[in-house]
């Protein structure tokens, strides 16, 4: 499967985002899939998670209440919903997916930028 993240932007705080991952070359419901964030000289960081059923959902302490994950298997996509932006969730988003509920993704996607101005 091949991921393709879209939907950042440059936004004020307090806005929001929608961010897609659309998935290709594979069937989406396959793969749980998790959004994960980037800052230059940081290590990438989970943001949300959500099973291939969505069932279960996830979140690191930083966005929760603020951030929501969906997922659209018929339309092969992904999605987090993002609320009351802040400074400091500026970073390259990118979508991965993976089979397995534990171990190395399947897949990433090249990432999407966003950018909150305070």
């Known amino acids: 499967v091949q991921l393709q993240a879209s939907g950042g932007g440059l936004v004020q705080a307090g806005d929001s985002l929608k961010l897609s991952c659309i998935a290709s070359g594979g069937l989406l419901s396959s793969y749980n899939i998790h959004w994960f964030r980037q800052t230059p000289g940081k290590e990438r960081e989970f943001v949300a998670g959500i099973t291939w059923n969505a069932i279960y959902t996830d979140y690191s302490e930083s966005v929760k209440g603020r951030f929501t994950i969906s997922r659209d298997n018929a339309a092969h996509t992904a999605y987090l919903q993002m609320n009351n932006l802040k400074y400091e969730d500026t970073a390259v988003y990118y979508c991965?997916?993976?089979?397995?509920?534990?171990?190395?993704?399947?897949?990433w996607g090249q990432g999407t930028q966003v950018t909150v101005s305070s």
């Open positions: 991965a997916a993976r089979i397995a509920a534990i171990g190395d993704y399947d897949a």
